[in-house]
Every structure is written in C-alpha cells, then in structure tokens.
C-alpha cells in the first residue's frame, strides 16, 4: 500500500467489505471456518482493524486472541469494535511484527492476512521467521494474500485492478510472482492446502 494506515483506519472496514466479504464465496468467513471453537490461542500479525478476528471472538467464545500491528489508527477502530461487543476473548497489541515479544510458540494458529505482498522480503522474512517463533510446534499459519483472477469475468479482475493500483509498483508484481512453496520453505513453512478466490488466496501452512 503506498498510503499510511492510520489515514485509511477509518475507511478500511467500508473497503474490506466491498472487496472480500460480498458474495457467496467470502474468503473472510473461509479463514473464520478453519479455525475451531476450543480453548486455543490465536495470533493475528498485522492486525489491521481486526476484520478477520472480532467475528471470530465473538462466535467462538473459547478462543483467545491476540491482534498486533503497529499501526495505532488501526487498532483504534478494532478496539471500538471489541468494546461495541463486549468482548473480553481477545486483545489487540501496539507491537510491530518483525519485533514482537509473542515468540514464546505458545500460539496454536497464527494468521498473516493481506500484508506480505506489500513488504520487502527482508520484513516479510523477519514477520514470518517471529511467527514461527510464536506458534506451538504443531500450530498452524493461515495466510490470507492476493493471485492474479484466473477466471476473464469483469468484477474480480477489475477489483484486482484497482488493488493493483493502489499496491507498490515493484513490491506486488513481485510477490505474486513469487514461488510460494520455497517462500514460505525458507521461512521454515510448508503449504498443506490452497484455497483459490477469485482474486485471493488462502494458504493452510504448518511449521516443518
Ligand atoms: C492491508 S492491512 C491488513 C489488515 C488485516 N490483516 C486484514 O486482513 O484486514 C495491513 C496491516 O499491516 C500493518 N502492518 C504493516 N507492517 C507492519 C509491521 N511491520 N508490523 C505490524 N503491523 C504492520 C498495517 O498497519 C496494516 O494495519
């Protein structure tokens, strides 16, 4: 994103909405259903406004967990919401994620959503190489990214143009071009399943 986050904090929530939540196909609500309801602990790094855990912490109240971003405007907006809902399971941390203190691999899933491809590789590895330090051992990493649509239809490829437009001119084709399963290899992941969207992508990943 070549904009400042806490600028956008205010309008993130109307856009996350427009671009992944419409439809039958939501990949917000696909994330949301790969994680159980049990007594575990969630780590979301790069939070953002909490789009993909306050429904989660709200529908699965045995679930703990734990946003950080280091971008306070961000935050400001997940936290209205946390405290909108009454929520008491989860907690967001003012902590950037290539230096957190959560490496205790005390974490059973982490989520890395919407944010590697805007980073160089040297954050993405430090983000990456943090969170495996956070996760148990068996734990798990949900990463949320976008793919160029397969599909000629309009709607997904002209919403993938807009991201486009607004994403680094070299960071983001970058990424997309990028070998995942050696990407996140040498971050000591591994890919155990795709799930395609129509301009998105889910990838499950456990620690090798
Ligand atoms: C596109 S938003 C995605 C937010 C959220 N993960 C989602 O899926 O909606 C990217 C977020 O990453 C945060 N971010 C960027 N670099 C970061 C870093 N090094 N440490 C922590 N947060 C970071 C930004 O502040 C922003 O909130």
Redesign the pocket.
């Known amino acids: ?1 070549r904009y400042s ?1 806490d600028t956008v ?1 205010l309008a ?1 929530d109307f856009i ?1 909405k427009i671009f992944f939540k419409l439809g039958k196909n939501n990949p917000r609500k696909a994330i949301y259903n790969l994680i159980p309801n049990e007594n575990i602990k969630v780590l ?9 855990i306050i429904n989660l912490a709200r529908k699965k109240s045995l679930v703990n967990i734990t946003g ?4 306070q405007g ?1 935050l400001n907006v997940g936290l209205k919401k946390i405290a909108k809902h009454k929520l008491s399971n989860i907690e967001l941390l003012l ?4 230096d957190t203190t959560l490496t205790d691999k005390s974490f059973d899933y982490a ?5 590697l491809h ?2 160089e590789d040297e ?1 993405a590895f430090k ?1 990456l190489k943090n969170t495996h330090k956070a996760l148990k051992d068996n734990g798990k990493l949900i990463v ?1 990214e976008f793919i160029i649509p397969e599909s000629r239809k309009f709607l997904p490829n002209f919403a993938f143009k807009l991201v486009k437009k607004v994403e680094n001119k070299v960071l983001f084709p970058a990424f997309l071009a990028k070998d995942k399963d050696e990407y996140f290899k040498i971050n000591g992941f591994k890919i155990d399943k795709t799930h395609k969207f129509q301009y998105t992508v889910i990838y499950e990943l456990s620690k090798i």
């Open positions: 994103m986050y904090a993130f996350d979301d790094v790069c939070t953002g406004t909490g789009s993909n950080i971003d280091n971008s961000m902590q950037d994620a290539t989520i890395i959503s919407l944010i805007e980073m954050v983000t949320f």
